[in-house]
């Protein structure tokens, strides 16, 4: 869990992708990750009017892509969202940095949270930084030799 929560912490921006049942209708949108839970559980703030709300409501089947190509870190998250409107689990997630899409704070009537549990997970990661990986590549191509990997696998959550 915890390469989980430091691969979703250091993007924290993802491409968050609601109606996957029907290509036509798909619809992505980037959007700032809020809060990541103990158990895997992702949280993002939204407003109530939102259309991503009504998709979510109809197929709770969500697919979110983090990508990070300055860290090669890379996340592949399938999961399930539902939309949470409790007052207080809003006042207790917010930050001051949500005030420049919800000007009413953590009281607009319009904010709401769209609460996420993957199901699925796949990542791809360097984790040696990519001056290592890159001395190691180079090596490679002299030695002949497979030096430069990185990590990458399902991931259990």
């Known amino acids: 869990m915890e390469k989980f929560k430091s691969l979703v912490k250091g993007v924290n921006?993802?491409?968050f992708i609601t109606n996957n049942?029907?290509?036509a209708d798909t619809?992505?949108?980037p959007m700032a990750t809020?809060?990541?839970e103990d158990?895997?559980?992702l949280w993002f703030y939204t407003d109530i009017r939102s259309i991503k709300v009504d998709e979510v409501t109809t197929d709770q089947d969500v697919h979110l892509v983090y990508a990070h190509p300055g860290k090669d870190s890379f996340l592949d998250?399938?999961?399930t969202a539902s939309v949470v409107t409790d007052r207080q689990q809003i006042k207790d997630k917010w930050t001051p940095m949500v005030k420049v899409y919800f000007s009413g704070g953590a009281d607009d009537p319009n904010l709401a949270l769209l609460k996420v549990k993957p199901q699925d997970c796949y990542y791809w990661d360097v984790e040696s930084g990519k001056m290592v990986y890159?001395?190691?590549?180079?090596?490679?191509?002299?030695?002949g030799k497979r030096l430069a990997e990185g990590a990458e696998g399902n991931l259990q959550l």
Request: with cysteine; proline share 0%.
């Open 77 to 79: 998250l399938w999961g």
């Open 34 to 36: 809020v809060d990541v």
């Open 27 to 29: 619809h992505t949108r």
């Open 134 to 143: 890159f001395l190691k590549a180079a090596a490679s191509v002299v030695t």
């Open 13 to 15: 921006i993802c491409m």
């Open 21 to 23: 049942r029907s290509d």
């Open 39 to 41: 158990d895997g559980t």
